[in-house]
């Protein structure tokens, strides 16, 4: 590790300018999920030019490439996300998205570049790294079912020992890095009600089943599950996102459609909280004598960090950046598909500081505006060769 070390920023710095620009031209160039076809053959095409990596496309629009070292060492998986978002983009930079209404704004754009850069440094390195690295271009992150689970099931990590990934992180400032063991980011499900009542004369209202005054004490009573239903200091989200219903300001209409979303970070509370919903949603409605179907769909598993993969992941960033670069993690709400690679196998999801708010880099993430500092490229890219190295060393 200790040659490497020595040249590593030189390595890095030799690779920026290609990172930037790859970012760039994916920005410019985004996909929606699942139909990632030109970025993947970007991305296959450019590892071609590398060297030293096995290449395969475990489904039409993912790439995954294999480099095994000179040394003997673990497996170490290593996954960016490569897919666009359903987004109308507003900045007016020079590569901003030339494909209306489809915008990178999650930053998979930077992820893609930082692992190609990644690829790039460690397929010169080959003869000193230490076991294998798996590099994960994986498609639809920002559609459930996703394709974390996709290449899961494709074998992507048979005989993998470690997986991490980064997320380019708005929220935190360029120049942190942000670590943390355990519940990092949420299990995001959603559930859909509807309130059948019985529509009518509005002057009648006797005559009706108001579904529009039984769906808002729906609404109202769900919230207290949150409030008064769970321990405050287990994190949970219930949030009713849509509420649907009537035709006119005279018509009492027959049903409500209600939809939304609920995050949580401990399976055992995720398991409890459909039956909770549904006794509420039927106490209501059968108290105003109205009717009810309830559906709710598990999206992807929590992002739970292994503690001892996030515990050898920080202490070799420590060394690679210093102290005061490497923060604790904040957990967020957001859901993330990497959740899938950590069911199978120890992982670590982490944070790269990515907003800078004296340059108006401040949108959050999803944002027709938002976009990332760009000095962060070259930090994920030491970050994951640093770990590339250090992961892989048999203790
Ligand atoms: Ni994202």
Redesign the pocket.
């Known amino acids: 590790m200790t040659m490497v070390a020595s040249n590593l920023d030189a390595y890095v710095d030799a690779v920026v300018s290609d990172v930037v620009s790859w970012r760039r031209y994916l920005h410019a160039h985004p996909e929606l999920s699942f139909q990632e076809e030109r970025t993947a053959q970007f991305v296959y095409d450019t590892l071609c030019g590398f060297g030293n990596l096995i290449l395969s496309r475990p489904t039409k629009t993912s790439v995954v490439a294999r480099l095994v070292g000179g040394r003997p060492g673990g497996v170490l998986a290593i996954r960016a996300?490569m897919d666009a978002l359903p987004i109308r983009e507003e900045n007016d930079f020079e590569f901003r998205s030339t494909v209306d209404g489809v915008m990178h704004a999650?930053?998979?754009d930077g992820?893609t570049a930082m692992l190609l850069g990644t690829a790039k440094i460690l397929s010169e390195l080959q003869a000193e790294l230490p076991g294998e690295v798996r590099f994960l271009f994986q498609h639809a992150?920002?559609l459930f079912p996703g394709g974390a689970q996709e290449l899961v099931d494709a074998g992507v990590l048979d005989g993998v020992d470690q997986v991490i990934g980064i997320?380019l992180w708005a929220p935190l400032e360029v120049g942190k890095i942000g670590v943390r063991a355990g519940a990092l980011m949420a299990a995001p499900d959603t559930f859909e009600i509807t309130v059948i009542g019985k529509g009518g004369h509005a002057a009648q209202p006797h005559l009706t089943v108001d579904a529009i005054a039984i769906g808002a004490q729906v609404v109202t009573n769900l919230q207290h599950i949150v409030s008064r239903q769970v321990d405050p200091l287990d994190p949970l989200v219930l949030s009713v996102t849509t509420f649907h219903a009537g035709t006119a300001d005279n018509v009492i209409p027959g049903t409500v459609e209600i939809t939304g979303t609920v995050r949580s970070f401990r399976p055992d509370l995720r398991e409890e909280v459909p039956a909770l919903m549904e006794r509420v949603v039927r106490g209501i409605t059968s108290a105003h004598g109205a009717d009810y179907t309830f559906s709710y769909t598990k999206g992807y598993r929590p992002v739970l960090n292994d503690a001892a993969v996030a515990e050898r992941l920080r202490a070799c960033l420590v060394d690679a950046f210093g102290e005061a670069v490497v923060v604790d993690a904040t957990p967020t709400m957001?859901g993330?598909d990497f959740s899938a690679y950590q069911w199978r196998v120890p992982g670590t999801f982490f944070f790269v500081g990515a907003g800078n708010p004296e340059q108006g880099i401040t949108y959050p993430?999803h944002h027709p505006r938002f976009t990332v500092d760009e000095a962060a490229l070259p930090m994920g890219v030491k970050a994951f060769v640093t770990a590339a190295f250090a992961l892989n060393r048999q203790e």
Request: proline residues 0%; charged residues 35%; negative net charge.
């Open positions: 996300d999650c930053g998979h992820h992150e920002e997320h957001g993330e993430h």
